[in-house]
């Protein structure tokens, strides 16, 4: 399991590819790490070999330290209890996003990881 956001995946591929072509960027992590991979950001790509999925949930104040080590975690939690890889990306990838727009919502500006928590727990109760 992949999950960098563009930069990230530019250093993972070692080149200068055109990030605009994130279709094209997403598949070409899966197939060189053969893992699913999720390209993060504005409408965050999923990619098992098969399929894209592409999500909707998130706000632009998801953009600090931290935020892919929560999303990271609740993608192996939901594997280690058994869901298969690329649907267990989908799953955590929107439930993480929403609880973003729902903190938001709630008056928070400038998003820390953490305050996720709260969120991602009313969610998955």
Not at 8 to 17: Q, V, W
Not at 29 to 46: C, F, Q
Not at 91 to 111: R, T
């Amino acid at each position: 399991m992949l999950t960098p956001h563009e930069g990230e995946a530019r250093r993972l591929l070692d080149t200068h590819c055109n990030m605009s072509a994130r279709f094209e960027v997403v598949k070409l992590l899966h197939e060189k790490y053969m893992a699913t991979a999720v390209l993060k950001g504005p409408g965050s790509l999923i990619y098992d070999g098969n399929c894209t999925a592409i999500n909707r949930s998130g706000t632009a104040a998801m953009a600090s330290a931290g935020m892919g080590d929560v999303l990271s975690g609740m993608i192996a939690a939901l594997i280690a209890q058994g869901l298969a890889p690329s649907i267990a990306a989908q799953l955590a990838v929107y439930i993480h996003g929403l609880a973003a727009q729902i903190a938001a919502k709630d008056g928070a500006k400038g998003l820390l990881a953490s305050d996720l928590f709260v969120y991602i727990r009313r969610l998955l109760g």
